[in-house]
């Protein structure tokens, strides 16, 4: 007798169902706005921390 074996990305695979596309929008928004925020977040710490090293450094 041969053993079945239960596969469980088939099994992920068949519960996929399609996204309602206002749902959709919603979210691609919030990970644009959410991806917004980091880049300028990381903008500013990197500013803030070359102008603390430039206002620190002693002149030669």
């Given at each position: 007798m041969?053993?079945?074996k239960n596969n469980?990305?088939?099994e992920l695979e068949r519960s996929v169902h399609e996204v309602p596309p206002n749902m959709k929008?919603?979210?691609m928004s919030d990970i644009a706005n959410a991806k917004l925020v980091?880049?300028?977040a990381a903008l500013y710490t990197c500013n803030?921390?070359?102008a603390i090293?430039?206002?620190v450094k002693p002149n030669k």
């Open positions: 041969e053993e079945q469980p990305f088939e929008s919603k979210v980091m880049d300028m803030i921390k070359s090293n430039d206002s």
